[in-house]
């Protein structure tokens, strides 16, 4: 068996372990709350308290491992080029001929009228 000094040495060890587990597991939960609240925040969904408090437990603000912080970022990214797609769309349609458009269209009509009717 073990002598006392070498099982006190051994629960202290356990200790340290499961004082570290549960840092890494309280960390890794506030993580995971802030992709939910950026996620959250960027589809316009109403927060939960939760994650509020998970991030609490946690002190505070959260820093995001690269590969979460860059998930995050490449969909802010994407919906800001989807704004600008949807602008440069529309500014074009600026540009476009609206009564030379109309014309043709009302012309191919006309000539679907005419082609009907022979037939």
Do not use: N
Not at 72 to 94: I, N, P, T
């Amino acid at each position: 068996g073990m002598g006392r000094e070498e099982f006190e040495e051994y629960q202290r060890q356990l200790l340290e372990e499961k004082i570290e587990r549960d840092k890494a597991f309280v960390q890794k939960k506030a993580e995971r709350a802030t992709v939910r609240m950026h996620l959250r925040d960027k589809y316009h969904l109403a927060q939960d308290e939760r994650d509020d408090a998970q991030l609490h437990v946690a002190g505070g603000a959260v820093e995001l491992p690269q590969e979460l912080a860059a998930m995050v970022h490449s969909e802010e990214q994407e919906e800001e080029e989807e704004d600008a797609g949807a602008f440069a769309f529309l500014s074009k349609m600026r540009e476009v001929d609206l009564p030379a458009l109309r014309d043709r269209a009302l012309g191919t009509v006309d000539e679907v009228k005419e082609k009907c009717a022979l037939m």
